[in-house]
């Protein structure tokens, strides 16, 4: 079993800051790849950004330029580094994280963007 704990999320003005933390805890040797999901009102939950145990990324092309995903091993943990928000951000973000083929979700954190 693996626990993901969120946090940094808030409400924040159009074009302004956020850095997410995600903390894994548990069956931790397993995890390789970590990630970030969102879901906006009435909406399916979409990929945001992912990275593996070796640094690999993914990002969806709305966020391309403006989110960095990066993972400290050390720590357990991930972050999602936010800029240049725009009100479309507006969602639940969740941390996703893949430990011996299962999937394990975090229970989210809210990132409102006022315009």
């Known amino acids: 079993q693996v626990q993901l704990v969120e946090s940094g999320g808030g409400l924040v003005q159009a074009g302004g800051s956020l850095r997410l933390s995600c903390a894994a805890s548990?069956?931790?040797?397993?995890?390789?790849?970590m990630g970030w999901y969102r879901q906006a009102p009435g909406k399916q939950r979409e990929l945001v950004a992912t990275?593996?145990?070796?640094?690999?990324?993914t990002y969806a092309d709305s966020v391309k330029g403006r989110f960095t995903i990066s993972r400290d091993n050390a720590r357990n943990t991930v972050y999602l580094q936010m800029n240049s928000l725009k009100p479309e951000d507006t969602a639940v973000y969740y941390c996703?994280?893949?430990?011996?083929?299962?999937?394990?979700w975090g229970r989210g954190t809210q990132v409102t963007v006022s315009s």
């Open positions: 996703n994280a893949d430990s011996g083929g299962f999937n394990y």
């Open positions: 548990g069956s931790i040797f397993f995890i390789n790849t």
């Open positions: 990275i593996t145990r070796g640094g690999s990324t």
